[in-house]
């Protein structure tokens, strides 16, 4: 009677064995990027629902919203006035959008009071400044009669694009 494995019957095995380990292997690396992957995804998404949910609280409904660029094309802005959301618990906040052409910065600024720039140092104390996005090349406001269409583009990712009720 035979009481082991044979040389052959062992290689065999290793040899399945080894085959179903570099495949199982080949499988939980391809999960571990995609894993990285829908995670970089997930993160953009959220970031762009978040500034989605900003711009829509922002200009929905705003009292007067005024849209200029400087002489110099160094910012673009647009100022809120009647904004009835407000990240820092002010009461009918001053809000304004402003694009940095030179660092092609998204900045959103909200203050109690008007706000004029180039911001004057004493009023420094009254302004909370939010760096939103980098990479911001466009940043413009179409007027209807009943809405307000926000164009923003981005040099990396798809642009936003957001009708609001004036």
Known sequence: MKK???LVEVMVSIALFGLIM???FGSIDNLRE???????KERELSEKNRLLALLRHDFDRATSVNFLQDSNNR????SISGANHSLYDINEPY???LV?????RLIRIESPAPINLPIAEESL???HVD???NDCTTFRIHESPKNRLIHIDFESGSPILLEVSK
């Open 4 to 6: 082991g494995f044979t």
């Open 22 to 24: 570099l495949l199982m």
């Open 34 to 40: 995609q894993h990285q992957f829908y995670d970089v």
């Open 75 to 78: 910012y673009t802005v647009a």
């Open 95 to 97: 809000v304004t959008w």
């Open 100 to 104: 940095l052409k030179d660092e092609r």
């Open 125 to 127: 104390y009254q302004i």
């Open 131 to 133: 760096s939103i996005k």
